[in-house]
């Protein structure tokens, strides 16, 4: 289901050269003092990516996930795992759409899923390795918006 071998490989042929398209960026704490000279750099990628060849990006059109945080236009990371734990943020594809659940328990030998959206119902079952899962949200990139549409400039 979400095997990415493919498609890096075929990324790879055009970035023969180039290990990566980008640099590390300067990475600072809120807590400490700014210096003229940072000594920290942060590659988002491998602080959101551990596992590149099972993982996707799925973007958020469901606007029922405000509850968790998470809102429409969201960049979800989404990592498939062979395990799962009670809190998890689930992806299962429903009649062939992207839906989100929550792994919220084990109960009477069946693993119980809530649905994130208000047009679907929970999923009870005793296998979920039947489940058509595409992975486990790892991460939520979001965008912040403007609060109004009035904007001065510098």
Known sequence: MMNYVAHAKDQALTAHHDLFSYHPMPFYEDTEQTRSRFHKKLDLNLYCIKRPQQTCFIRVQNP???AWGIEQGDMLVVEKNDSLSIGDLIVIEVNQKL???EFIAYDKNEFVFLSLSSKLNNIRTANWSTLPIIGTVTNTIH????KNTISFAA
């Open 64 to 66: 029922d996930l405000m």
């Open 99 to 101: 839906e989100i659940f």
């Open 143 to 146: 965008q912040m918006k403007p």
